[in-house]
């Protein structure tokens, strides 16, 4: 390297608010989130044709219906999109936020009191009732320090939805977030969750997608100050023509803080197609740290293309332990020749392989109702095409 490179290269680290190339800066300006090509690293997995109108940012009154289950002390109220950003939301950092923060008509406010300890989980059911419906969403959840709680939000139906959410969580706080995504299969969503961690809170971000044409999602997570932990978990899985695609951005922008990141996803039938794109940034002042991301698919027929990619932007070497993991593959032949030779049938041999695959990571998710609907629906999807023309 010669001295004006390495000099160069000096002076960006010192920079302020440096910001990754996979993450644009936040902006409430939509010029600075032009309509992509395609072409743009951070679009080049979407097919943009069949995001119906998504990026044009038409306005529209229409809405998806909520039905909500709030435990005692938990408030959903609506602000101003001005009282959201003092709340302190999240900018949007790409078109699709941006457009729905102009275009929501204010923003919804879940709010758990500080010192609050829910042991039933805040239920947000957000419904649509046609593919037709252009429809923008604006969410700001705020957890109070030293608050425990499990928000759960849960689409269903059809729409063309665009969404942002900030999660706010205060100092000492811990947050179980769940967002599933049972849509109908002619839906299209795109949604960013931009999450905040307080001074030795936690939070756990869990990301499930099985329905829907195309659903598009980001996960970000920063640090309000040292010590805060943050856990994000994707499950999903692609049927014949499914685009689900996941996006993941963990701002290690405090020191000792720590992140985790497990997706694991599978693929069945014709063209389906899954993106997952993990990065971390690890900032100049982010020492002592400790992240870790991982991704695993699972193909389970031919016509699949899995798209998988972890990045790691590392601007100190004070850190406690950073490092990624992808893998892609098809069933385990090992594993399935054990089974079939100690008598069990090839279907309930896939069928095992398949429910192992998922079943640590179900686990993590905390509540026994979705843990058995996820369950459930695994094998659903498994009855559709791997298990269909197999003799029991």
């Known amino acids: 390297m010669t001295d004006t490179a390495r000099e160069s290269v000096a002076a960006s680290l010192e920079q302020d608010g440096v910001q990754s190339h996979l993450n644009p800066p936040p902006s409430y300006d939509l010029t600075d989130h032009p309509v992509p090509t395609g072409r743009e690293e951070v679009w080049r997995f979407t097919p943009l044709k069949r995001l119906r109108g998504l990026l044009d940012g038409e306005p529209s009154a229409a809405s998806l219906r909520w039905e909500t289950e709030l435990p005692g002390g938990v408030t959903l109220t609506e602000v101003t999109g001005d009282e959201a950003v003092g709340l302190g939301e999240l900018g949007p950092n790409d078109r699709p936020s941006a457009l729905a923060v102009a275009h929501a008509g204010g923003a919804r406010l879940l709010d758990v009191p500080a010192d609050l300890e829910l042991d039933e989980p805040v239920v947000l059911h957000l419904h649509g009732e046609s593919a037709d419906?252009?429809?923008?969403?604006?969410?700001?959840?705020?957890?109070?320090?030293?608050?425990?709680?499990?928000?759960?939000?849960?689409?269903?139906?059809?729409?063309?939805?665009?969404?942002?959410?900030?999660?706010?969580?205060?100092?000492?706080?811990?947050?179980?977030?769940?967002?599933?995504?049972?849509?109908?299969?002619?839906?299209?969503?795109?949604?960013?969750?931009?999450?905040?961690?307080?001074?030795?809170?936690?939070?756990?971000?869990?990301?499930?997608?099985?329905?829907?044409?195309?659903?598009?999602?980001?996960?970000?997570?920063?640090?309000?100050?040292?010590?805060?932990?943050?856990?994000?978990?994707?499950?999903?899985?692609?049927?014949?023509?499914?685009?689900?695609?996941?996006?993941?951005?963990?701002?290690?922008?405090?020191?000792?803080?720590?992140?985790?990141?497990?997706?694991?996803?599978?693929?069945?039938?014709?063209?389906?197609?899954?993106?997952?794109?993990?990065?971390?940034?690890?900032?100049?002042?982010?020492?002592?740290?400790?992240?870790?991301?991982?991704?695993?698919?699972?193909?389970?027929?031919?016509?699949?293309?899995?798209?998988?990619?972890?990045?790691?932007?590392?601007?100190?070497?004070?850190?406690?332990?950073?490092?990624?993991?992808?893998?892609?593959?098809?069933?385990?032949d090992e594993q399935l020749f054990y089974l079939r030779s100690r008598g069990v049938s090839e279907k309930e041999s896939r069928r095992l392989v398949v429910h192992g695959f998922f079943n640590d990571l179900i686990r993590k998710v905390g509540i026994p109702s979705i843990e058995e609907r996820l369950l459930a629906t695994v094998e659903a999807e498994l009855a559709k095409n791997v298990l269909r023309d197999v003799d029991a």
């Open 133 to 332: 419906d252009l429809v923008w969403g604006r969410l700001v959840v705020r957890i109070g320090a030293h608050a425990r709680a499990t928000v759960v939000i849960n689409h269903t139906g059809s729409a063309r939805y665009s969404a942002i959410t900030t999660v706010l969580v205060g100092d000492g706080a811990s947050v179980n977030v769940l967002t599933l995504q049972d849509w109908d299969d002619d839906a299209v969503h795109l949604g960013r969750d931009a999450i905040r961690v307080g001074r030795d809170a936690s939070v756990r971000h869990t990301a499930i997608s099985f329905g829907g044409d195309l659903v598009r999602l980001h996960a970000n997570v920063e640090y309000a100050a040292p010590g805060g932990e943050a856990e994000l978990l994707g499950l999903y899985f692609a049927d014949e023509g499914q685009h689900l695609e996941h996006r993941l951005f963990a701002d290690h922008n405090a020191p000792r803080t720590r992140s985790n990141v497990l997706y694991k996803g599978a693929l069945q039938g014709e063209g389906a197609h899954t993106v997952w794109i993990g990065n971390v940034l690890i900032r100049k002042v982010a020492e002592g740290i400790e992240t870790y991301e991982e991704n695993r698919n699972l193909v389970l027929s031919d016509g699949c293309q899995a798209d998988s990619v972890p990045n790691l932007e590392i601007e100190t070497g004070e850190i406690e332990g950073a490092g990624h993991a992808s893998a892609t593959a098809r069933f385990d």
